[in-house]
């Protein structure tokens, strides 16, 4: 109804005039307010009709000026329930506010209503009325965007966890966890993650639900799975009823009926596919989408570095040419030869095997001839052997059998006989027909000795078959007395020498590859005896820790090399690197004992680095890890030493963050510049780049290694083409023209 407050609504009372004129013009005044509010006010009376509604309540509520609607005829019919409650609240406390539904189709609108009166002799119910709808969908909107929030928050929790074990975790445990996330976030049923087998089936590799052993499924357009791998993108099946691109059988067999399948790529290629799959027909969302993108981007990072640290555990463990065992390998399967030795009782032999004569090979037709003779002659030493025997390239031209289980020394010599029989045969190169002879050295024992002085028995048999000639072998019994003197030689006058300074340093140069600046020196001890003549590092180093000498011989080369590297710091900075051995570093007071020596030398810490090699990491006791953190505070340099051929893993550099540097070992470098061993050493610079690490190539011969590394990213290199180890004057004099390399890094970056 239009009209006043006063017009049908509310008496205006009493009988003076006067103040009856007052009263309409309050009445007056209260409905322009009224018909002037957003808000709607009604009047209702004790029979629940409207006595008055200003304009925004019949907005509200839907009805014209002339009607006189009821309570009841405004609401919703599902709200007439709350209609009573409503009049029953009323009637018991004078008020009531809420939300009530009204109109058809309902709509909310937001109620304060209070009892009024008595005017005129009766009560009437005063209300306020706004529009629910803009605020329930306002709400509505800020509910689905917190949802949203939320879920973006826990998709980022979930991705950074993931990421996380992809970078040290283990590929497997990445997977589970990541399937479990899936079907938690999106509410799926199932997720699964197949990976590629030969050209023409996908295995199940896991899965959120038990799958049958060994399934398989064929690739290409018979499932989900197979179409995603063979088109290389995400694809979304909505409903199974409407998909034609591919069968379908498989899913609907199982009751599914949508599915979202993601390629996850490895290295070479799509190494296989993630599948979301629900048993009711679904269209993923954008945000869906992009996580199980994500995920599947994170397991192909995963693949990749699993990819990466497998190549990189193989070329730690074989020789690059020969795809055989390496020396690291060979002295494994020797200590667990021996292992078994001990337990049953049977005999192991190591044979130490030398191509007779190899150099007129290389000299005469080129480094390549002899490469193919030895990739010839390894096959040939494998078929050979035992399939239980391990056969291991031990050097420029020598080969290693390891030959467990042996019943007797005659069994080895049988396999001595059975290889020079081999190498009666003639070999085929290119389109040359040779032969090639070769002397052997055989050590047998029952596991009373180690692996290295099994190795070295070997060699020192050997060197008895070479007196004797090509073709020959000889058991190291013969000479055995012979190699035992030369060892006790060495430990009593190395201890000599260190007490009476009769050692020698010479440094090699370190060199910044971009600028061809001399950055530091490696310290490198020498000996020269009147009895033995030139002993070299590979002999008296073990000799001292045998006789357990590796403390004193480690403090005098720190000592001379401080003292000599302190002199030479009279212009740019020339860094000292000396080798440290495992068991200086279980020394408790190595770290303070080295402070003594920088302080009485003058050399700045961080002028000094220490290297050490991966096999420190088995060491894992306190004394090491806490000589090493005292040494990272004094802000010396700790620099991991021929990366990548002893127990190599990145775990490492996640584990241990106080290395500085890494020195790719000389065997990667030596087999470069091929393509392979490129796509390895750039792998390696990204990951010491990601840990904020210098890369070091160390036995750089050849210009073309250089200028390999130089494309690989490596920041510093040393090795015989820069300089040799050059004695204490030769580095003054260096330091003194500018300590420039001497060679062109070479072709355009």
Known sequence: MTGS???????????????????????????????????????????????????????????????????????????????????????????????????????????????????????????????????????????????????????????????????????????????????????????????????????????????PDEETLPSGTATLAGYALEREEVIVCADTRDETRFDVTLLEDHDLRSGVAAPVRGGDGTWGVLVVYRTEPHTPSADTLSFVVTVAAVLASAVRRSDLERELRYRSLHDPLTQLANRTLAYQRIDSALGVSREDGTLTAVILVDLHDFRTINDSFGHGAGDAVLTAVAPMLTRTVRPSDTVARFGGDEFLLVCPGLRSTFDAIGVAQGVLAMFRRPLTIGNRTTTVTACMGISVGYGEHTA????????????????????????????????????????????????????????????????????????????????????????????????????????????????????????????????????????????????????????????????????????????????????????????????????????????????DAIKIDRSFVADLPTEQSEAVIRAVVSVADAFGLDVVGEGVETTAQLDSLVRCGCGYAQGYLMARPLPPGDVTALVASGGRMNVDAGPAR
């Open 5 to 211: 407050l006063n017009s049908g609504g509310l008496n205006s009372g009493g009988s003076d005039s006067g103040d009856a004129g007052d009263r309409r013009t309050v009445l007056a005044a209260l409905t322009a307010i009224s018909e002037s509010s957003q808000d709607g006010v009604v009047v209702f009376d004790r029979n629940t009709s409207v006595r008055y509604a200003n304009a925004a309540a019949r907005t509200i509520l839907e009805f014209p000026a002339h009607e006189n609607p009821s309570a009841r005829d405004l609401v919703a019919d599902t709200a007439a329930s709350t209609l009573d409650l409503i009049l029953a609240e009323l009637n018991a406390t004078g008020a009531w506010t809420g939300r009530i539904a009204v109109g058809t189709p309902a709509r909310p609108i937001l109620v304060s209503a209070w009892v009024l009166g008595p005017t005129d002799g009766h009560e009437v119910v005063v209300a306020t009325l706004v529009d629910g709808s803009e605020r329930q969908e306002r709400e509505e909107e800020l509910v689905d965007a917190l949802t949203a929030v939320r879920r973006r928050a826990r998709e980022q929790r979930i991705v950074a966890g993931l990421n996380r074990a992809a970078l040290t975790g283990s590929f497997d445990d990445l997977v589970v966890t990541a399937l479990q996330s899936i079907v938690d976030l999106v509410g799926a049923t199932h997720a699964v993650v197949f990976r590629r087998r030969g050209a023409d089936r996908l295995a199940v590799h896991a899965a959120t639900f038990e799958p």
């Open 452 to 659: 290295a002085e099994m190795v070295r028995q070997a060699d020192v048999a050997m060197g008895g078959a070479k007196k004797e000639g090509p073709g020959s072998y000889e058991l190291y019994d013969k000479v055995q007395g012979g190699e035992a003197l030369r060892r006790l030689t060495i430990a009593s006058e190395l201890r000599s020498a260190i007490e009476n300074d009769d050692l020698d340093v010479a440094y090699q140069p370190v060199f910044d590859i971009r600028s061809g600046r001399m950055t530091g020196v490696e310290a490198l001890a020498r000996w020269t005896t009147s009895s033995l003549g030139v002993v070299g590092p590979d002999e008296f180093v073990p000799a001292a820790e045998r006789a357990g000498l590796i403390g004193p011989l480690g403090s005098w080369v720190l000592r001379r090399a401080c003292t000599e590297a302190a002199r030479w710091q009279t212009g740019d900075p020339v860094e000292l690197r000396v080798n440290v051995s495992p068991l200086q570093l279980r020394q408790r007071t190595f770290a303070s004992s080295l402070a003594d020596t920088l302080e009485r030398t003058g050399l700045a810490p961080d002028l000094l680095g220490i290297e050490i090699t991966e096999t420190l990491w088995l060491e894992d006791t306190s004394a090491v890890k806490n000589n090493l953190d005292e040494l990272h505070r004094m802000g010396i340099k700790i620099l991991l030493d021929d990366f990548g051929v002893g127990h190599s893993s990145l775990d490492y550099l996640t584990r241990f963050p106080i290395l």
